[in-house]
């Protein structure tokens, strides 16, 4: 409840209301842009997260859209993961204050807060970001180094989520009425086949054009 939270001094509800679906909106498209720093860092990636951005506000179906800037606080979560593990990197000189490392992990630490789960996606792309530096010719020990600095960093973030899951009951007093937890890693392919064959169906065209620009 960190957007809840912020727009807290608001009083007025529907300042309050505009407050949240502002910070909402600003955390989801932040997020496509910090997404591209993430995977193309050093090459057109301003040019690129503003070409995709530009693309959700204009193709994507409004439903989703909606869904995505301000019903569910996935844009909010991925923003603040990915401006900590941008503040995590190392400097010109190759050196991490810390500092910076010390904001990276508090920022980490929040997207968690908002979403306990956000740091699933983020390994596995950073796993894949490594993949691609390496293919790329980077030094394999700057490589190594940055994917150990995410992980750890993507690490205490999932280890605090669950941690937050496993406090509410004690905390609140009431019952968490929530399934949390992964599904067992031999249902996975199962589940990714029936999301994607549920978005072609509903948003066949705006699938079809995400494909397209992949």
Same mark, same amino acid.
């Given at each position: 409840?960190?957007?809840?939270?912020?727009?807290?001094?608001?009083?007025?509800?529907?300042?309050?209301?505009?407050?949240?679906? /502002?910070?909402?909106?600003?955390?989801?498209? #932040?997020?496509?842009?910090?997404?591209?720093?993430?995977?193309?860092? %050093?090459?057109?990636?301003?040019?690129?997260? #503003?070409?995709?951005?530009?693309?959700?506000?204009? @193709?994507?179906? #409004? %439903?989703?859209?909606?869904?995505?800037?301000?019903?569910?606080?996935?844009?909010?979560?991925?923003?603040?993961?990915?401006? %900590?593990? =941008? &503040? +995590?990197?190392?400097?010109?000189?190759?050196?991490?204050?810390?500092?910076?490392?010390?904001?990276?992990?508090?920022?980490?630490?929040? @997207?968690? /807060?908002?979403?306990?789960?956000?740091?699933?996606?983020?390994?596995?792309?950073?796993?894949?970001?490594? =993949?691609?530096?390496?293919? *790329?010719?980077?030094? *394999? #020990?700057?490589?190594?180094?940055? &994917?150990?600095?995410?992980?750890?960093?993507?690490?205490?973030?999932?280890?605090?989520?669950?941690? *937050?899951?496993?406090?509410?009951?004690?905390?609140?007093?009431?019952?968490?009425?929530? =399934?949390?937890? &992964?599904?067992?890693?031999?249902? /996975?392919? +199962?589940?990714? %086949?029936?999301?994607?064959?549920?978005?072609?169906?509903?948003?066949?065209? /705006?699938?079809? =054009?995400?494909?397209?620009? @992949?």
């Amino acid at each position: 409840m960190l957007v809840p939270l912020l727009a807290l001094p608001l009083r007025d509800p529907l300042g309050n209301l505009l407050a949240q679906r /502002w910070l909402d909106v600003l955390g989801g498209l #932040a997020a496509v842009v910090l997404l591209a720093r993430h995977v193309l860092p %050093g090459r057109d990636w301003p040019l690129a997260g #503003a070409a995709a951005a530009a693309a959700l506000l204009v @193709a994507a179906p #409004a %439903g989703w859209r909606f869904e995505y800037l301000a019903d569910q606080p996935y844009g909010v979560a991925l923003a603040l993961a990915l401006a %900590g593990l =941008a &503040l +995590a990197e190392p400097d010109l000189a190759g050196r991490r204050p810390p500092r910076r490392l010390a904001a990276g992990l508090a920022l980490v630490l929040l @997207a968690h /807060w908002v979403n306990a789960a956000a740091g699933l996606l983020l390994v596995a792309l950073a796993a894949a970001r490594a =993949a691609e530096d390496l293919l *790329s010719g980077e030094p *394999s #020990a700057a490589v190594g180094a940055r &994917l150990a600095v995410d992980a750890a960093l993507l690490g205490a973030g999932l280890a605090a989520g669950q941690l *937050s899951i496993a406090l509410y009951p004690i905390v609140t007093g009431h019952p968490l009425r929530l =399934a949390v937890g &992964l599904l067992p890693p031999r249902a /996975w392919p +199962a589940a990714w %086949g029936a999301i994607l064959a549920r978005a072609w169906a509903d948003e066949r065209g /705006w699938a079809a =054009a995400l494909a397209l620009a @992949a």
